[in-house]
Antibody
Framework: QVKLQESGPGLVKPSETLSLTCTVSGASISNHYWSWIRQSAGKGLEWIGR???????NYNPSLKSRVSISADTSRNQFTLKIYSVTAADTAIYYC??????????????WGQGTLVTVSS | DIVMTQSPDSLTVSLGERLTINCKSS????????????LAWYQQKPGQPPKLLIYWASTRETGVPDRFSGSGSGTDFTLTISSLQAEDVADYYCQQYLTAPPTFGQGTKVEIK
């Protein structure tokens, strides 16, 4: 059974960088596609981006200029960075696994989520 | 981006009753080359992450009770719970995965009358 656990600061100041790590157990991150999804009262569920088995990334155009996703296979972790955050980035952030049934973007495993508040 | 619109935003139903949630996409989700609709449904209980219920518009994920069913094609889809149970109180979301970025509906809140 795959388990995902988000970790990182719960409070980030405006204009600073949000950084979250997802630790995966029960599966090798080298064998699957991983995404970050956030949920806010204002925008609902929003897909942020993904990293694939080759380390290639794909981002939501709405965030592309401010987002970076990377992986550390030695630790079986992947990381999200959002630069120059504003209050609009306040949300619950989930790390998720894409289905293994093919190249399709539905998500069959989710972390519990972590609330990040952007405030001074 | 493909816009997903759900209706209603909320509904209150008695235990044992049937309920339906609608999801409409701004573009067809039917991919002609495999004749599949690229639509998933999720359930989110309070304080929990979303849980996958259905993919390909009508295929139940392993372990999902058969009272949950999905139907529809093209731009119009439905999630049906045939007999509402207390544990089904949750928010429900549809999601398209035909084109990037994947996008979600705004959600439908289901409560017990």
């Amino acid at each position: 059974q795959v388990k995902l656990q988000e970790s990182g600061p719960g409070l980030v100041k405006p204009s600073e960088t949000l950084s979250l790590t997802c630790t995966v157990s029960g599966a090798s991150i080298s064998n699957h596609y991983w995404s970050w999804i956030r949920q806010s009262a204002g925008k609902g569920l929003e897909w942020i981006g993904r990293i694939d088995t080759n380390g290639d990334t794909n981002y939501n155009p709405s965030l592309k200029s401010r987002v970076s996703i990377s992986a550390d296979t030695s630790r079986n972790q992947f990381t999200l960075k959002i630069y120059s955050v504003t209050a609009a980035d306040t949300a619950i952030y989930y790390c998720v696994k894409r289905t293994t049934l093919g190249p399709y973007n539905w998500f069959d495993s989710w972390g519990q989520g972590t609330l990040v508040t952007v405030s001074s | 981006d493909i816009v997903m619109t759900q209706s209603p935003d909320s509904l209150t139903v008695s235990l044992g009753e049937r309920l339906t949630i609608n999801c409409k996409s701004s573009e067809s989700l039917l991919y002609r080359y495999n004749n599949k609709d690229y639509l998933a449904w999720y359930q989110q209980k309070p304080g929990q992450p979303p849980k996958l219920l259905i993919y390909w518009a009508s295929t139940r994920e392993t372990g999902v009770p058969d009272r949950f069913s999905g139907s529809g094609s093209g731009t119009d889809f439905t999630l049906t719970i045939s007999s509402l149970q207390a544990e089904d109180v949750a928010d429900y979301y549809c999601q398209q995965y035909l084109t990037a970025p994947p996008t979600f509906g705004q959600g439908t809140k289901v409560e017990i009358k």
